[in-house]
């Protein structure tokens, strides 16, 4: 379970999250919707540790994401986060890009960790590009792989920031479906997205996000089908 | 005119030269070698949050670009000495070549490592990899691809300003032997366009090397 308790953070003199709370449930997907610069991806981070907080608590599992005596870098293990930029290690192989942490950080064999890198690279349909560099892969491609790549750390939790806003819009259908299956299967999601669509046919709950705090969250069929605030009714017409 | 060419006599001391060529290779490689390692520990300096670090780093990186070389080699050989440290002539010239070949690398790296996106260490630090280890894995690499032919154009400099060991006596590298025998003879100009014609060679040499190694070793 990932609690976020009266989050706050700002940046210089520039408050982004202005007390936020939300609750994560196991095998719970929720999707963070609202306008550019409201601190979704900020929040995101705030998770994983990526950006520190000036105040409140993020728990994933019992464990203070922000406390001085937690192990970041093995709780980060446990939580993936995929990017709006696909950040590929341009220099290592599409197989080799997966490999990597499941043998340097969790210290497998390389017969192990190629073996996890190609089940989940073949899961979300790159069985015949393991050998490839990144740059010959297209942008949904290379965005499946920063999906099996943080994937074959076996996490808990996925975060996706926006992972098909920067693709071409042919290639945002294979990227959400990866996502889709994932939700399928099991996986606890926190979700930023723009596609509409896809809130409202995978999420477990919709959080919208206004000026740094948690406008309204609920189901999807409230939140997106029958918005009970107004700003969230303006946001929605806005990307409609 | 009448001066005639006599090129004989060059061509005589030919393995002298040859010889000479390898000192002169030697000291370019020892020295790329030891500026890399200073360059990267000053670019890391200047960047890093130490102030002392920093102000050392800069100082260094400023009065070695903006200096003449022969300056440095000769502090380095006259200079060290006034201060008790007497270095040969092979060392002050290795050593003088390196302080200059690390302030220009430095800046090299510093540029190099700024056009890594830090996004590539967000997305290694996320799948749980420590701040060294996301540097060695990640970002080292694609520095050193980055800064590749810098580097090695670094080493060619350092091939052609090892002719200056000349004013510090050094009489085993390409230069010294030319002027060995260019004094025994005064048979200046066919000792030193031989010489400059090696010269070409070595530094030829090492872009075609450098080519072929990159070939093999940058695959993407
Ligand atoms: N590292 C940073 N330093 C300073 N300001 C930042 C930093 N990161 C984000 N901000 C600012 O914080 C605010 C929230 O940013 P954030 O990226 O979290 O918004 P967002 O909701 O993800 O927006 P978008 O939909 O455009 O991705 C923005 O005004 C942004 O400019
Ligand atoms: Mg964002």
């Not at chain 1, 949904?140 to 790549?149: E, N, P, T």
């Not at chain 2, 830090?118 to 701040?131: F, K, P």
Request: aromatic residues 8%; hydrophobic residues 50%; positive net charge.
């Amino acid at each position: 379970m990932i609690e976020i308790e009266d989050v706050h953070k700002s940046f210089g003199a520039l408050e982004v999250l202005k007390g936020v709370s939300m609750t994560v449930a196991r095998g719970e997907v929720v999707s963070v919707i609202g306008g550019s610069g409201s601190g979704k991806s900020t929040l995101l981070m705030c998770i994983n540790g990526l950006e520190p907080i000036d105040a409140g608590r993020v728990v994933v599992d019992g464990v203070d994401v922000h406390a001085r005596a937690t192990d970041i870098n093995r709780l980060r293990r446990r939580i993936g986060i995929v990017f709006q930029q696909w950040n590929a290690f341009p220099h290592l192989t599409v197989l080799e890009n997966v490999m990597l942490a499941p043998r340097k950080v969790l210290g497998k064999s390389r017969a192990e960790a190629e073996a996890i890198a190609t089940d989940r690279l073949s899961h979300v349909g790159l069985k015949d590009k393991l050998v490839a560099y990144p740059s010959r892969l297209s942008g949904g491609q290379q965005q499946r792989m920063a999906i099996a790549r943080a994937l074959a750390m076996s996490p808990d939790y996925m975060l996706f920031d926006e992972v098909t806003s920067a693709l071409d819009p042919q290639l945002v259908g294979e990227v959400l479906d990866t996502m889709r299956m994932l939700s399928s299967e099991g996986m606890t999601m926190v979700v930023v997205t723009h596609e509409m669509r896809f809130a409202r046919d995978v999420s477990d709950r919709v959080a919208f996000f206004h000026r740094g705090r948690i406008h309204e969250i609920g189901p999807p069929e409230q939140v997106i089908g029958n918005p009970q605030r107004p700003e969230t009714a303006d946001f929605l017409k806005s990307v409609r | 005119m009448n001066y005639s060419f006599h090129w004989r006599p060059v061509f005589q001391v030919m393995p002298e030269m040859l010889a000479g060529c390898l000192v002169t290779v030697e000291i370019a490689a020892l020295s790329t070698v030891i500026g890399v390692a200073i360059g990267v520990a000053l670019a890391l300096g200047r960047t890093g949050g130490n102030r002392a670090a920093a102000a050392f780093a800069l100082a260094w990186i400023e009065f070695g670009r903006n200096t003449p070389g022969l300056f440095q080699i000769y502090l380095v050989y006259f200079g060290l000495g006034s201060f008790g440290l007497h270095l040969n002539s092979y060392a002050a010239l290795t050593a003088g070549i390196a302080f200059n070949n690390a302030s220009y690398l430095a800046e090299t790296f510093r540029g190099g490592l700024r056009a890594i996106p830090s996004t590539q260490t967000r997305a290694a630090r996320s799948l749980g990899m420590s701040a060294p280890l996301a540097f060695r894995l990640i970002m080292l690499p694609q520095l050193f691809r980055i800064v590749y032919y810098p580097m090695v154009n670094q080493m060619i400099l350092s091939v052609l300003m090892t002719a200056l060991g000349l004013t510090v006596g050094l009489d085993t590298d390409l230069a010294g032997v030319t002027q060995h025998f260019n004094v025994l003879t005064y048979r200046t100009f066919e000792y030193f366009s031989v010489a400059a014609a090696l010269y070409y060679l070595i530094a030829k040499a090492m872009m075609l090397t450098s080519r072929v190694v990159a070939w093999r070793l940058f695959r993407y």
